[in-house]
């Protein structure tokens, strides 16, 4: 564990955005980036502030969650020819509602053809199990994540393990002991969801001290949880990421202006701490992205 006498020896900071989500839209907050143009301003407006990964979910034209991949296409595209940002893009996709109203997970095999997008994503990510998201199932079985991992692999696309429960962190190092998720390993941890592991500071020391030597990881903290976390994650190394995916609120009550107001306030108190905020070629370095 980190103490504070390691502080001015940190790594510099990598800050993440991840800014549009894959299930709330515009009905919540109507400053939510949807279509691929508001995308790449949006993703643009946050590395001039001072993110260096963008985490990508998609919508289509009626605003709703998709894994076409003409829309990813699109949006990774007009990213990439505004700003050098990396572009992450998350495998879970999202839900939608069936003609009854129920949630519905996107298939296997629609997730799986994530691996396919064009231009190809820098990093992609994983959930690391399966776990409840309020009152939906969120199913990511061990044989998937692996044949996910294994397809990541051949095109040379770095992973992020995202990390939602304590035994979460016994299935990535399962897939390391395999020999099919290499080193060093990028966690996040995902704390505050309903059905996930509760945001509290205890439990974000267990899951850091959980993960091998060498490993980085970053803090995702939901909604009103988002600070609380996020300052004792920069004193104690780790990396994180905010945006509109994670808390539509700026301060209760006051809906955000922007993804890029919410990094502005992550890298002004970092700032402040003594941490320095890492660029996208240091990013890039980090994860193991090819040039």
């Known amino acids: 564990m980190l103490t504070i006498a390691d502080f001015t020896e940190m790594k510099k900071m990598v800050i993440t955005v991840a800014i549009t989500g894959g299930i709330h839209g515009k009905e919540l907050n109507p400053n939510i980036p949807e279509q691929p143009d508001e995308q790449a301003q949006s993703a643009y407006d946050c590395y001039n502030a001072g993110a260096s990964i963008c985490h990508l979910h998609v919508r289509n034209k009626e605003g709703k969650s998709t894994g076409d991949l003409n829309v990813y296409k699109e949006a990774i595209s007009k990213i990439k020819a505004k700003c050098p940002i990396l572009?992450?893009?998350?495998?879970?996709?999202?839900?939608?509602?069936?003609?009854?109203?129920?949630?519905v997970n996107y298939p296997f095999e629609k997730r799986m053809k994530l691996l396919e997008i064009e231009p190809k994503p820098d990093i992609i990510t994983i959930n690391a199990g399966t776990f409840h998201f309020a009152d939906v199932l969120f199913q990511n079985p061990y044989e998937f994540n692996k044949e996910f991992v294994t397809g990541a692999n051949e095109r040379k696309i770095p992973i992020e393990c995202e990390v939602y429960d304590i035994g979460h962190v016994t299935?990535?190092?399962?897939?390391?002991?395999?020999?099919?998720l290499k080193k060093p390993?990028?966690?996040?941890?995902?704390?505050?969801?309903?059905g996930g592991i509760s945001a509290r500071h205890e439990n974000l020391i267990r899951l850091v001290s959980d993960i091998p030597e060498g490993?980085?990881?970053?803090?995702?903290?939901i909604g009103k949880y988002?600070?609380?976390?996020?300052?004792?994650?920069?004193?104690?190394?780790?990396?994180i990421r905010t945006g509109l995916e994670d808390?539509?609120?700026?301060?209760k009550g006051e809906l955000a202006k922007s993804n890029a107001q919410l990094v502005e306030r992550v890298v002004?108190?970092?700032?402040?701490?003594?941490?320095?905020?890492a660029t996208v070629d240091d990013a890039r370095e980090s994860f193991g992205v090819e040039a």
Request: net charge positive; hydrophobic share 40%.
């Open 87 to 103: 572009v992450q893009v998350g495998n879970g996709i999202g839900w939608y509602y069936d003609e009854k109203g129920n949630h």
């Open 171 to 180: 299935n990535i190092m399962r897939l390391v002991n395999e020999g099919i």
């Open 185 to 194: 390993v990028h966690f996040s941890f995902v704390m505050g969801i309903p």
């Open 215 to 221: 490993s980085s990881w970053q803090v995702i903290t």
């Open 226 to 239: 988002q600070m609380g976390l996020t300052i004792p994650g920069i004193c104690m190394g780790g990396n």
């Open 247 to 251: 808390n539509i609120y700026y301060r």
């Open 268 to 277: 002004r108190i970092a700032r402040e701490l003594g941490r320095e905020i």
